[in-house]
């Protein structure tokens, strides 16, 4: 009898599995307690019309977006890294990044597991460009350089 239990339990759980989309698969190396799921946003073009100057520190240009995967536990345990690319150019930075005397950072935090990450600039003439945040859960941070495009590129498979 357990021996049919046993293969019961095994056969189902190879069903469900191979029901999975290939996203939502974790694999036993990866397997912690939860989904060890990265996410990525598009590339999002900030330029002088999405700029605003901050009402608590009128010394910045600021611009925020949403993402609900920055949760309380990733800003606890987990970690966002934020990349810029010029307009003009095809090179990726890793943020906080200045050129000469400007420079652009960004935070994030969440509050009621609502994200938000934001990024910041000196005032005066805002950069112009594309921005682009990566959110790893605790259970996802293994050996790859967060910080290094291309290293995130490769481990993810992002396409531009």
Known sequence: ?????????????????????????????QAVA???????????????SVWAASPKAPQLHMAGFVD???????????????????????????????????SI??????MNDKGIISFQQKAGETIDGDFRWVVVPKEAAKQVDWTNYDAVKQELGLTE
């Open 1 to 29: 009898m357990k021996f049919l239990l046993t293969i019961v339990l095994v056969a189902s759980q190879l069903i469900m599995i191979a029901c999975q989309p290939d996203s939502e698969i974790v694999l036993p190396s």
């Open 34 to 48: 939860t989904n060890p799921k990265v996410t990525v946003s598009d590339w999002v073009t900030i330029d002088a």
């Open 68 to 102: 609900s995967c920055v949760t309380n536990s990733v800003v606890e345990s987990g970690l966002v890294v934020a990349f810029y690319r010029h307009s003009s150019g095809e090179a990726v930075y890793a943020l906080p990044i200045s050129f000469g005397k400007q």
């Open 105 to 110: 950072s960004f935070t994030y935090y969440a």
